[in-house]
């Protein structure tokens, strides 16, 4: 059975990067559509970004368009998000997950996704 980990998310200051990545356990992901999603305390969890099997991202938050990148490396079985001018809305948990069927390249939110990560916490001040 796969399991994802996040790792990391730390408390940085406006306007600064940081890259998430998640590393998956188990088996392989590289046939597997990945996604981030992200909770806020008190809000529901929001759908960041999904990047292909095969590389290609695939959805990005209008909130995040332009600010972030998502990207894999299938040889690490670990995928990535990079986070540049970073702000405090920006806080939040942030999960990454497997789409629950291999080699789609459609999803739309978190019933698409199946196998979940703890979560990583990024706090972003002002």
């Known amino acids: 059975q796969v399991q994802v980990v996040e790792s990391g998310g730390k408390l940085v200051q406006a306007g600064d990067s940081l890259r998430l990545s998640c590393t998956a356990f188990?088996?392989?992901?590289?046939?597997?559509?990945m996604g981030w999603f992200r909770q806020a305390p008190g809000k529901e969890r929001e759908f960041v970004a999904a990047?292909?099997?095969?590389?290609?991202?695939?959805y990005y938050a209008d909130s995040v368009k332009g600010r972030f990148t998502i990207s894999r490396d299938n040889a690490k079985n670990t995928v990535y998000l990079q986070m540049n001018s970073l702000k405090p809305e920006d806080t939040a948990v942030y999960y990454c997950?497997?789409?629950?069927?291999?080699?789609?390249?459609?999803?739309?939110?978190?019933?698409?996704?199946?196998?979940w990560g703890q979560g990583t916490q990024v706090t972003v001040s002002s």
């Open positions: 997950a497997g789409a629950r069927n291999m080699w789609v390249t459609v999803v739309r939110g978190e019933g698409d996704f199946g196998t």
């Open positions: 188990g088996r392989t992901v590289s046939g597997s559509t």
């Open positions: 990047i292909s099997w095969s590389g290609v991202p695939l």
